[in-house]
């Protein structure tokens, strides 16, 4: 049995877990997203206007979508999706929350992003995501051992057998998709069509595996095999490539011919989230110009802010420049959002590349 | 009469952490994953009781082909495992003594007081392209070239192997040390020779041991994720890898689900047929381990 003051001792802690409990929960931000969206001296600077603390933790596409879906849409206050996996997630799980838009400076984005990205994370009239940062997959070459990789394919040529790489993920498929002449895109909704165009991709993708040294999953990883020369070409993102030529000038991001592919990661708020005033306020503090040309420059890709381009420094506007000659920026594919039910094809296909030899 | 409730009270709250911890965290979560392998999706967010997530693992030939690889792998796993374990627990066991005995167990122990990706990580250090002993190949003149030593079964294999050998030597050191030397000793005055010697008495005798350190490799091998991923690369596929891509990368519950209950339900039959094979009883077995 307890005694008086063991049970009273309990109830004081208990008191306190709860006083301290809540006393959190007034002051606190969740934040889930990707590594380098959240650098220390803003969520610094955030706190010292706000008085609100942020508790980051990163993440990847599919692990937000899983996290969230575990709890229903708890244990986060605001998420950053990619902009062409809210639609199809939210009709099948319903994750996420709509969005006030009224709450959200509309003014701070590029006005032609934030409106597409606007209809591509709608359902059913409402709007669940708002852009923050953008970028492309592409493929990042040292130029010096592999000269003439120009487009996906050219990671299956024989030439460089076990020196490539890509990641066994949908955006291999696209691309692959793409530089084999085929419009992943167009085939969205007609799943039948869909299934026949990826079993071609994934025949592809199956014999061009030889020709794989690994498939990444980290980009830490990546660019350490880049690095030492045990990878010559793959298909990665911008930034990682551009990270790489800041400190050997062989290696390049290289838009491929058949195109890169451009995607935009968001905001989103989880459907149980406690903290919204909170959320809203760091997404119009993200997008002030001045945080935003930070948060970009710390993540090595670009913003969706409205105007701080002119603040960003000159060395990635160089680099973007040379990557992306005018005829490449026009060839960039977008993602359109992912109808429900397509990635259960695509997650096949994927399974059976894996598993063959 | 008025002592036996009081009894079982205590009895009751002595046992209540082990029922609480086995019923809440192993139990119940079990009964969960077998509800959801049943259901299958029809529309977003509408489900129906069903086979299909069973089905779909035998008519798929990618997957029950996966598990095969994974279970024939953990099988010459386990029994690399028990013949490099067992001179080193004869060893412990038998010829080391006092500080000796104990710095030799505490040598077994070192490694897993780093995590187990740590160490994993360290084997890529020594094994990739770039790494040491590709390195030191070349230095010595026996390579020309650099050698990728990573990302292929032996690999794989290795890391395993060295990830089991503790839960190997702790219960065959423990059956060999209740061995009588006067035993072994009157094996030699009759005659035998070393190997009929080992062959008819040690290993009887430690049979108890080597049947428990195998179930515990065999089932840490077959439900290990880490360790394939990493060392075999794109060829390393393991079943726990297509339970996590249906759970995390598919959005798939139940088919992770169904795949987690396959898991649990094939890697025990194997290990009850390996029992019936050996004519151990699992009731001895786990005295020893």
Known sequence: MLTKRASLKLATAFAALMIAGSAHAAEKLRLLTWSGYAPADVI????????????????????????????????????????????GPQTEFGIYKPLDLSKIKSDQFIASMLEATKKNTSVDGKVYGVPHIWGTDGLVVNTKAAPKVA??????????????SFRAKRPALIAFAFANGMDPFAAYGDAKAYAALMEKVGAKLAECKKNVKFFWEGSD???????????????????????????????????????????????????????????????????????AAKVAAAAGNFT?????????????????????????????????????????IEGKVLDRLKAGS | MSQKPARSLTLFLLLAPAVLWLGLLIVLPHVEILVLSFSER?????????????????????????????????????????????PIALYIARVAQGRLKAMLL????????????????????????????????RAIGLADQPVELLYNDGAVI????????????????NALESLEPSVVEAGFDLGGSRWTVLRRIVIPHAMPGIVAGSIIVFML???????????????????????????????????GAAFGMLLLMLSSAIVWAGLRLTGQSLGTTLKQA
């Open chain 1, 44 to 87: 610094e600077q955030f706190k010292k206007e706000t008085g609100i603390e942020v508790e980051v933790t990163t993440s990847n596409n599919e692990e937000i979508i899983s996290k969230l879906r575990a709890t229903q849409g708890a244990g986060f206050d605001i998420v950053q999706p990619s902009q062409d996996r809210i639609a």
């Open chain 1, 151 to 164: 487009d996906y394919n050219d990671l299956c040529d024989p030439s460089l057998a076990g020196k490539t």
């Open chain 1, 221 to 291: 990883q990546l660019l350490n095999a880049v690095r030492s020369g045990e990878i010559v070409a793959a298909m990665a993102w911008d930034t990682g490539g551009w990270k790489l030529n800041a400190e050997n000038a062989d290696m390049k991001f290289i838009a491929p011919k058949s195109g890169a592919l451009g995607w935009v990661d968001t905001f989103a708020i989880p459907a149980k989230g406690r903290n919204d005033d909170a959320a809203y306020k760091w997404i119009n503090f993200n997008m002030r110009p001045e945080i």
């Open chain 1, 304 to 344: 969706a802010s409205n105007g701080a381009d002119k603040l960003m420094q000159g060395k990635l506007k160089d680099q973007f420049a040379e990557s992306f000659p005018k005829a490449a920026i026009d060839n960039i594919k977008w993602y359109p959002a992912v109808p429900a039910g397509l990635e259960e």
């Open chain 2, 42 to 86: 029809v529309a977003p967010r509408v489900y129906a009781f069903g086979f299909g997530n069973y089905l779909e693992f035998f008519t798929e030939p990618l997957y029950w082909r996966t598990f095969a690889r994974t279970a024939i792998m953990s099988i010459i796993v386990t029994a690399l495992t028990l013949v490099l374990a067992f």
């Open chain 2, 106 to 137: 505490l040598l077994c122990l070192l490694p897993f007081w780093v995590s187990e990706l740590v160490r994993t990580l360290g084997w890529m250090i020594l094994l990739r392209e770039t790494g040491i002993i590709s390195y030191t190949l």
């Open chain 2, 158 to 173: 290795l890391g395993l192997v060295y990830g089991g050998l503790l839960f190997m030597i702790v219960p065959l050191a």
């Open chain 2, 221 to 255: 091998t077959v439900g290990n994720f880490a360790t394939p991923v990493l060392l075999g690369g794109k060829n390393g596929l393991w079943f726990t890898e297509q339970i996590y891509a249906q759970f995390i990368t598919r959005f798939n519950w139940p088919q």
